[in-house]
């Protein structure tokens, strides 16, 4: 059996005594501060810190990581969502920055939840949940609370590329109703955040018993709705508000229809031919 990896408390233990007195510093902040360190950039530590980018990043590989990404990817496996800039601005860190700091931070806060996807996805999951899609009789994509934007978008988006989907954003009768229909030749897309609202991971947890394959979109590998799909895409929603940024969900969602479009044929681009028509004829847009 394999030996599970040393924690960060290990590595530093074990270098600490070979650590200059500024690294050691760094390093026990990295040991006190965890969640922190997990969703906290190199350079906006190092501010923080008083301390070169540099220091940090060769610290990052001092204790056996590849580099400081590398290390905040191993933190984050044990959070399921922080909010770093919450957290300051209950400090007060944050409450008396110019506005272009806060541009400046939201859009950083989004890039880096955009690098983790793109650093974390499973290209053989990823590619995998397409086939489902594609061969799916029926996907039935439910989600509420502050899901119930993705899950609209996506179901839709589905249906005008010749994919049969029903969405469901309210929770109650009609999911219940909606999941007992369902089939092993359909499937079941759940998205769920943050809070996790009961219902969606209930409906999840009925699919398996009745054998219906499924997926979820969550933000943490270690979200509760995680295990209960057999396929899990994971995109991170922090943000320097208080609510979740789906940036990173919506850009997930956006690979998966081109991915799906890229191997679905003819039948995507007749679909949308058709639709367009139909739109064209009934007057319902102001540019066709």
Do not use: C, D, W
């Given at each position: 059996m394999m030996e599970p990896a040393p924690s960060l408390v290990d590595r530093i233990s074990e270098r600490f005594g070979e650590m200059t007195p500024k690294q050691q510093r760094v390093s026990r902040y990295f040991a006190d501060h965890?969640?922190?360190v997990a969703f906290t950039s190199a350079n906006e530590l190092a501010k923080r810190l008083e301390v070169d980018p540099a220091t940090v990043v060769r610290l990052s590989r001092i204790l056996g990581y590849q580099g400081y990404p590398d290390l905040q990817r191993h933190l984050r496996a044990h959070f399921p969502h922080h909010?770093?800039?919450l957290t300051?601005?209950?400090?007060?860190?944050i409450a008396h920055e110019t506005m272009p700091d806060v541009l400046r931070q939201t859009f950083v806060q989004d890039a880096e939840n955009l690098r983790f996807v793109s650093e974390q996805i499973d290209v053989q999951v990823f590619d995998q949940i397409v086939d489902r899609l594609l061969n799916a009789e029926?996907?039935?994509?439910?989600?509420?609370?502050v899901a119930t934007g993705v899950v609209s978008f996506l179901a839709s988006s589905f249906r005008t590329i010749g994919l049969v989907a029903t969405q469901v954003t309210e929770s109650g009768l009609t999911l219940v109703q909606e999941t007992e229909?369902?089939?092993d030749r359909d499937l079941a897309f759940g998205v769920a955040f943050y809070?996790?609202?009961?219902?969606?991971l209930t409906a999840l947890d009925r699919t398996r018993e009745l054998g219906v394959p499924s997926v979820v979109l969550t933000d943490s590998p270690v979200s509760p709705a995680a295990p209960l799909a057999n396929y899990a895409l994971v995109a991170p929603v922090e943000s320097?508000?208080?609510?979740?940024?789906?940036?990173?969900?919506?850009?997930?969602?956006?690979a998966l229809l081109a991915a799906c479009v890229a191997r679905g044929g003819a039948r995507p681009t007749e679909m949308l031919e058709r639709i367009r028509e139909?739109?064209?004829?009934?007057g319902l847009l102001i540019y066709e």
């Open positions: 965890p969640a922190e909010y770093p800039a300051r601005q209950a400090g007060g860190a029926r996907i039935l994509v439910f989600g509420s609370g229909l369902l089939t809070r996790y609202v009961r219902e969606t320097l508000t208080h609510r979740i940024s789906l940036v990173a969900p919506m850009a997930m969602v956006n139909q739109y064209r004829k009934a």
